[in-house]
């Protein structure tokens, strides 16, 4: 009967010893999201090429987004409806960025992990930059892109989708000083219709790079 008591408390000395160890271990670290927003800016242009006003689009799909941990790209992401998703992640300091051409780019405030799901509130903006005028804006069948560049050189001017793919190239050529147009039909490379609500047309030349955003 006493070996039984002993074997007992034993046990149950045992057994309180494992439950304290088990509490003071620290739980391994749980993965959580960052979500953010995207906006674009463009500018509205009549059919008699007079400023119309400014657009902003905070619902597009398809913006490239990508996570930075460091110098290091973590992932990479699309918008949908305007928001961006990053999901897996564990604690640290991230940084969410975007990019179409040049300096049409934007990068967020360090957005830091610890124990919860991160929504940033430094939404992530791309507006239109440059001198380049697409009449009419927004456009059915054509539109018309003015510019004007200062000395002779090689100027290429494309058509882009939301993600920075080219969808049509319209130009890429030396040109002499002066202003100059260059029409887009709407069709893309291979001669498709190009249907979806918004694009970037831009203009390179040399260190000069300009991009406005097409609304359909």
Known sequence: MRRSRVRWAVAMLGSLALSACSREQPAAPGL???VGHVR??????????????TRVVGDADG????????????????????????SGLGPGAYVARTHLIGAVADT????????????????????????????????????????????TEQVAVEILDVAGNSVRSLLDTVL????????????????????????????????DIRAQLLFR
């Open 32 to 34: 959580h999201s960052i």
């Open 108 to 151: 967020t405030d360090v957005l830091t992990i610890s124990e919860s799901d991160v929504f940033a509130a430094d939404t992530l903006r791309l507006a239109a930059r440059g001198d380049l005028y697409p009449v009419p804006n927004p456009f059915a069948q054509a539109t018309e892109v003015y510019f004007e560049i200062p000395d």
């Open 63 to 86: 913006v490239r987004v990508e996570l930075a941990y460091g110098d290091r790209v973590v992932a990479r992401t699309s918008t949908v409806d305007g928001t961006y998703r990053f």
């Open 40 to 53: 674009l800016t463009g500018y509205l242009v009549d059919a008699g090429g007079r400023f119309a006003g």
């Open 176 to 207: 002499a000083p002066g202003l100059h147009g260059v029409i887009w039909d709407g069709l893309d490379r291979d001669g498709h219709p190009a249907t979806a609500a918004l694009y970037w047309v831009t203009l390179v030349a040399g260190d």
